[in-house]
């Protein structure tokens, strides 16, 4: 049955145009219960379970389906779903539009009453037919909604309905069902306490009244890490006009949660204040002790000279939440029986969350995940509600699962869809494969890569010409060959963005049959590549370059070590070890030539865990040894994707996939210059080319570990470097590089970007064809937006990974004692670098329940007086390195000072810390 509605509507030159909706009505949709007769052949397959509920409700004791009214759904769905999702499930709630249970909308009904007369229509339309169907076993729908007046007229019209907090707590065999319930509303839970803390959020019509005026500013709030009073709000808009407002006290953060998107309005300048020096962690256990939150706000100004003033501001509205959910642990209530906890989120950046739960004793000493609903006025947390138990604190399985999880990599199984495909094994290369292809396979190849490397992406070789001159090869694995276009597979890899490597496990962007078989190019094997191939002078100059699909069969799997040995013996002259001195020789001349050009050496700390083989545990713990064939390689990547991002902007001007890396504003540099003055050295930082001879020569004779602490101090002050489309921006420079252009072409099996590449150059080449997708800027634009996010979560969760992991090292091999150097000083604390194990830590001066010592500090300088100590960037110290259990939820690696000796803060190297075992003696004081 067709239904249409006319009407008609002005134009915006003036004239009348008429509108004709057309509604069709089907007959013939069943009502998706199995066993009904009057719909039998009306619908493909039943779409309600074969069984309906029969749970052990004291409301309702009959089986029965629910019907839940579209808020409920999505808001009980949605509490616990990432942003974003939400359309698409608001979609598929829709109930198909069938000739009995159509309703029009009545005149002066607005769109929501329509849709709530409509859910009651066929909430009475199933109960009277499923009648039909068992009118013995008295069958029946029950109408789920937290609208008061629907509820009230369903029951009017004889619909059983109930609120959804009434019908999960009738479930008397699954009391703990109610703990998942999320709250209605920012108001609905608020605690008992009537004082109002936060000032009231303005509504989004007068935000965007603001913010169009200019009276406020829209931007991204970031929680600190470091300090809990204190955020940034990074403001959107044009690239000139793009800075960073500074947040501080719990007033101006006003119930903002970190990735939320803010109004903000600027104080006066007279109100500005200077980043904060103080580390400070939310460590309180009552949440309405809100006069010591005041006072540890004072420990936030510091004397600041106006240079140092940034533009401060408070949160007047929020514009979009960008809540989650979170990973964390109960902290569970001292008052006997209480049903009123708070969470304690992993993340520091996030709040403690006050949840309701019967659940406490079994949750205590879990992961567990939660959602926020709400955050009320008077509340000094949010409220929200419990989702999941991941399992024990602690536990492998666990905390690798949490951390994933809290830096959303994508890490369940490919699904069968994106399995399907894969190729069929036994596989072999083909005639067709070699269509548009070179075979390359009599070549002397080989691959130089770390210790159990399966994932191997590259392969080199090196070999004189008859004309005197040397040809050299890069051969990168040709993944975009087994991953076409838009298939289940290639949307899956364009998702996850990265392969991410944790310490014991790699969370592959592509399958395991291409990850660690078809796409590595293991040695004896045929494999398919894509290959940027150079003539070279002796003098490592390019004479001609030329890309091309290709066939190789590496003749060596290298390890470094491995590939060094060769280098370096005087024994070995095979044509592998040639080649590779070949590659070393001209290598060295390429990393000279861009030194002198301005490319940066940075260092950062990396550590290596050695496992126990049955365990799993980490054994060992060292700083990753850099030879010369790490160079090597490295040096020819970024040759390849040098030469490669020129070849795809010159034939894609608008949709080539490039990388920079924006140069850091001078402000970046500050800590740095400091630092180096402090130990009478000079930076200079206004180019790439004049940091990188200052940081050549600052040495120190006395002091040889001094010039690595300034690179490692560098390496903070520059920016992220990030995926982008030509046609989208003007600066393709590569600061750290000091490369014109740049793009990433070599990691194909862990980057989906080089995927992109190698489609780009495929079709430059002539050797693949075009899709609409690959020149579409906007959707490029897009897709460059999740790689650079997948990308950065990565790397946090690396981090992460590395974290919990030296944990386990120290709670195995007990206390230590260690020299460290000194990183950053803060107004109560020192950051130190352990050079053995490439770790970082914080040496804290002020603790609970102990005597406050005299602190100066001077953030010119930099350097923190303590007594009579004065501590300075990069001074030498001894620090005592444990395991501090004392809080379950944010285990960490604690330290404290043993030299310099100041009486009352050093400790003897061998004192024991009473504070690991803190965990035992609570459990033991609650037994009692």
Same mark, same amino acid.
């Given at each position: 049955m067709l239904k249409s509605k006319t009407f008609l509507k002005k134009t915006r030159a003036g004239g009348v145009m008429k509108i004709v909706r057309e509604h069709y009505l089907r007959d013939d949709i069943g009502c998706g219960a199995p066993g009904c007769a009057a719909c039998d052949g009306a619908h493909e397959g039943p779409v309600l379970e074969p069984q309906p509920l029969d749970p052990a409700s004291s409301l309702c004791p009959r089986p029965h389906y629910l019907l839940p009214d579209t808020n409920v759904l999505l808001h009980q769905i949605l509490s616990v779903w990432r942003p974003g999702t939400w359309a698409s499930v608001a979609s598929s709630l829709r109930l198909p539009g069938s000739l009995e249970t159509y309703v029009e909308q009545e005149q002066g009904e607005n769109a929501n009453d329509r849709n709530d007369r409509a859910i009651r229509v066929a909430a009475k339309w199933y109960n009277e037919h499923l009648k039909k169907i068992s009118a013995e076993n008295h069958l029946q729908v029950i109408f789920i909604t937290n609208d008061k007046k629907n509820k009230e007229k369903a029951i009017e019209e004889g619909i059983p309905a109930f609120t959804c907090e009434e019908y999960v707590k009738s479930l008397t065999a699954n009391p703990e069902l109610i703990d998942r319930l999320a709250c209605l509303s920012e108001e609905g839970n608020e605690i008992e306490s009537g004082r109002i803390i936060f000032s009231e959020h303005l509504p989004l019509s007068k935000l965007q009244q603001g913010i169009k005026s200019g009276t406020y500013l829209q931007g991204t709030f970031r929680a600190s890490r470091e300090n809990y009073l204190e955020a940034t709000v990074w403001v959107h808009g044009d690239t000139e006009d793009d800075k960073e407002i500074i947040l501080q006290g719990l007033k101006n953060l006003n119930r903002a949660v970190h990735e939320d998107i803010v109004a903000v309005e600027l104080l006066p300048k007279n109100q500005w204040v200077a980043p904060s020096s103080v580390i400070l962690h939310d460590e309180g256990q009552n949440e309405d002790d809100v006069e010591k939150e005041e006072e540890r706000e004072c420990l936030l100004k510091t004397a600041a000279n106006e240079k140092m003033l940034k533009p401060t501001g408070r949160v007047v509205g929020i514009i979009k939440r960008n809540w989650r959910p979170y990973c964390g642990m109960l902290s569970k209530s001292d008052i006997k029986e209480s049903r009123r906890h708070l969470f304690t989120p992993a993340d520091r950046r996030i709040p403690r969350i006050r949840i309701e739960t019967r659940q406490a004793s079994a949750l205590e000493g879990r992961r567990i995940i939660v959602a926020i609903d709400g955050w009320p006025r008077n509340s000094r947390y949010p409220n929200g509600h419990f989702v999941k138990n991941l399992g024990d604190v602690g536990d492998k399985e666990t905390e690798t699962e949490v951390l994933l999880l809290e830096h959303d990599v994508p890490h369940q199984p490919f699904s069968q869809a994106v399995l399907s495909f894969l190729p069929k094994m036994p596989w072999s290369i083909t005639e067709k494969d070699m269509k548009n292809r070179e075979d390359l396979r009599h070549l002397c190849v080989c691959s130089v890569d770390p210790p159990g490397c399966t994932d191997i992406d590259d392969a080199l070789h090196c070999r004189e010409l008859e004309n005197g001159n040397l040809e050299v090869g890069v051969h990168i694995a040709d993944v975009s060959h087994f991953i076409r276009p838009g298939n289940a597979l290639d949307q899956e890899s364009a998702r996850r963005g990265t392969t991410v490597y944790l310490c014991e496990k790699r969370i592959d962007m592509v399958p395991e049959l291409l990850s660690s078989n078809l796409c590595s190019l293991r040695c004896n094997v045929d494999r398919l590549a894509f290959s940027c191939i150079w003539e070279m002078n002796h003098n490592a100059e390019i004479l001609k370059v030329r890309f091309t699909k290709s066939a190789i069969n590496s003749k060596a799997s290298l390890t470094y070590a491995e590939a060094q040995m060769r280098i370096d013996s005087a024994a070995m002259n095979d044509e592998i070890t040639t080649s590779l001195r070949g590659l070393n020789k001209l290598a060295k001349i390429l990393k000279k030539r861009r030194i002198e050009k301005g490319a940066l050496t940075l260092s950062s700390p990396e550590v290596r865990f050695h496992m126990d083989s049955e365990t799993h545990d980490p054994i060992d713990l060292q700083t990753k040894e850099l030879r010369e064939t790490n160079s090597m390689v490295e040096e020819f990547m970024l040759l390849a994707n040098i030469s490669v991002a020129k070849k795809i902007h010159e034939e894609f001007s608008e949709h080539a996939l490039l990388r920079k890396h924006p140069a850091p504003p001078p402000s970046n540099y500050e800590i740095l210059v400091k630092a180096a003055k402090s130990k009478n050295l000079e930076i200079k930082t206004d180019t790439a080319k004049s940091l990188a001879d200052s940081l050549d020569r600052a040495d120190s004779p006395t002091f040889p570990y001094l010039n690595t602490l300034l690179r490692i101090l560098a390496t903070r002050c520059m920016m992220q470097a990030v995926y982008f489309c030509s046609g989208m921006d003007n600066d393709f420079h590569h600061y750290g590089l000091a490369s014109p252009i740049y793009t990433h072409f070599t990691s194909p099996i862990r980057r989906y970007a080089d995927i992109i590449v190698h489609r780009l150059l495929a079709v430059a080449i002539g050797a693949d064809c075009t899709y609409p997708e690959l020149t579409d800027k906007h959707k490029l634009a897009d897709l460059c937006k999740n790689l650079n996010f997948r990308h950065k979560m990565a790397q946090y969760a690396q981090r992460a990974s590395v974290a919990f992991h030296t944990q386990l090292f120290f709670k195995?091999?007990?206390?230590?004692?260690?020299?460290?150097?000194?990183?950053?000083?803060?107004?109560?604390? $020192?950051?130190?670098?352990?050079?053995?194990?490439?770790?970082?830590?914080?040496?804290? &001066?002020?603790?609970? !329940? @102990?005597? *406050?010592?005299?602190? $100066?500090?001077?953030?010119?300088?930099?350097?923190?007086?303590?007594?009579?100590?004065? &501590?300075?960037?990069? !001074? @030498?110290? *001894?620090?005592?390195?444990?395991?501090?259990?004392?809080?379950?939820?944010?285990?960490?690696?604690?330290?404290?000072?043993?030299?310099?000796?100041?009486?009352?803060?050093?400790?003897?190297?061998?004192?024991?810390?009473?504070?690991?075992?803190?965990?035992?003696?609570?459990?033991?004081?609650?037994?009692?």
């Open positions: 195995s091999k007990g206390i230590v004692s260690e020299e460290a150097y000194i990183l950053f000083v803060r107004k109560n604390a $020192i950051v130190v670098l352990i050079p053995k194990y490439g770790l970082e830590g914080t040496v804290f &001066f002020e603790e609970k !329940d @102990k005597p *406050k010592p005299r602190l $100066i500090y001077d953030d010119e300088i930099p350097s923190l007086k303590i007594e009579d100590t004065v &501590f300075h960037i990069f !001074d @030498k110290v *001894k620090v005592k390195i444990m395991l501090d259990s004392s809080n379950l939820q944010h285990q960490k690696i604690r330290m404290s000072l043993v030299e310099p000796q100041i009486p009352g803060i050093s400790i003897s190297a061998d004192t024991p810390n009473m504070d690991i075992d803190e965990p035992e003696r609570k459990k033991k004081k609650r037994e009692k």
